[in-house]
T-cell receptor, first 116, second 115 residues
Framework: AQSVTQLGSHVSVSEGALVLLRCNYS??????LFWYVQYPNQGLQLLLK??????LVKGINGFEAEFKKSETSFHLTKPSAHMSDAAEYFC??????????????FGAGTRLAVHP | GAVVSQHPSRVICKSGTSVKIECRSL??????MFWYRQFPKQSLMLMAT?????????EQGVEKDKFLINHASLTLSTLTVTSAHPEDSSFYIC???????????FGQGTRLTVV
């Protein structure tokens, strides 16, 4: 079975500071991993994804994440937070099967607050 | 990326009535669509998966007679909440993908309030 754990339901950083949002997964088969961002009363926007290949993945808005199989982690980082980064962030896991992408399993989410 | 449009973005309905939510893929053919429900300050819960022309596959615990899903064309899926009650009030989000190898794109969500 697959699952996703996001450590910290709320993270607060100062503008310009490093952003680190933690995600650990459990999967019995090689996972596909995703980070999504959600602004209030809106749907989800894909930030980045890991499927195969390079373990350091760069996404939109300056975010990146590194797949670490030994740690079963896929933490999201951004070197310098901006006020516009304040939102809810979801880590999700899926895996490839014979038909392609399976359904997404989401973590509980982390609300990021950015202070001036 | 591809665009998925959900309509309406907000709806208020009276208890006992039915509400239909539409999910459209604007620039691609969505062979599969997913419907999620999101409670305040919580994660997304997958309700059902629908493939064009087939019956939807519902997740455990989701009432198929209450949440009717129709995926009659490659660009449109609908979720109908039948005989809505206040506890059905929630944020409903759809996502769609083109082919099994494609990633899924999300709609902007629908805020349903049952009074």
């Amino acid at each position: 079975a697959q699952s996703v754990t996001q450590l910290g339901s709320h993270v607060s950083v100062s503008e310009g500071a490093l952003v680190l949002l933690r995600c650990n997964y459990s999967s019995s088969v090689p996972p596909y991993l995703f980070w999504y961002v959600q602004y209030p009363n809106q749907g989800l926007q894909l930030l980045l994804k890991y499927t195969t290949g390079a373990t350091l993945v760069k996404g939109i808005n300056g975010f990146e994440a590194e797949f670490k199989k030994s740690e079963t982690s896929f933490h999201l980082t951004k070197p310098s937070a901006h006020m516009s980064d304040a939102a809810e962030y979801f880590c999700a896991v899926s895996f490839a099967f014979s038909g392609g992408y399976n359904k997404l399993i989401f973590g509980a989410g982390t609300r990021l607050a950015v202070h001036p | 990326g591809a665009v998925v449009s959900q309509h309406p973005s907000r709806v208020i309905c009276k208890s006992g009535t039915s509400v239909k939510i539409e999910c459209r893929s604007l620039d691609f053919q969505a062979t599969t669509m997913f419907w999620y429900r999101q409670f305040p300050k919580q994660s997304l819960m997958l309700m059902a998966t629908s493939n064009e022309g087939s019956k939807a596959t519902y997740e455990q615990g989701v009432e198929k007679d209450k949440f009717l899903i129709n995926h009659a064309s490659l660009t449109l899926s609908t979720l109908t909440v039948t005989s809505a009650h206040p506890e059905d009030s929630s944020f409903y989000i759809c996502s769609a993908r083109e082919g099994s190898q494609s990633e899924a794109f999300f709609g902007q969500g629908t805020r349903l309030t049952v009074v």
